[in-house]
């Protein structure tokens, strides 16, 4: 459960690459193995919607492709909603 929520994150502060993401969504062992990042990339692109990949035009291949947060809704709580949602949990104005 910790680590689809750690990708979302990663992806929404614009680490946008499978290395970055992967830096990212690390653990005090450090970052995940790539057998479990995959998959999981794949789910939430294909499966759940969540998260899009873009993948560069281009005629040599080798360009990483580039993640981000397709759901609108989820972009803007990421954004700017997160932090006062944050502060009203804690009782704050």
């Known amino acids: 459960m910790r680590r689809p929520r750690r990708v979302i994150e990663a992806v929404g502060v614009d680490d ?13 062992d450090g970052a995940p193995p790539s057998g479990a990042r995959s998959p999981l990339l794949r789910r939430l692109a294909g499966e759940k919607r969540i998260v899009a990949v873009d993948v560069p035009l281009s005629t040599r291949s080798g360009k990483p492709a580039l993640y981000r947060i397709a759901d609108s809704n989820l972009r803007l709580y990421r954004a700017a909603l997160r932090a006062a949602h944050e502060q009203a949990r804690r009782g704050r104005p």
């Open 16 to 28: 946008r690459t499978h290395a970055n993401i992967a830096a990212f969504a690390g653990s005090r």
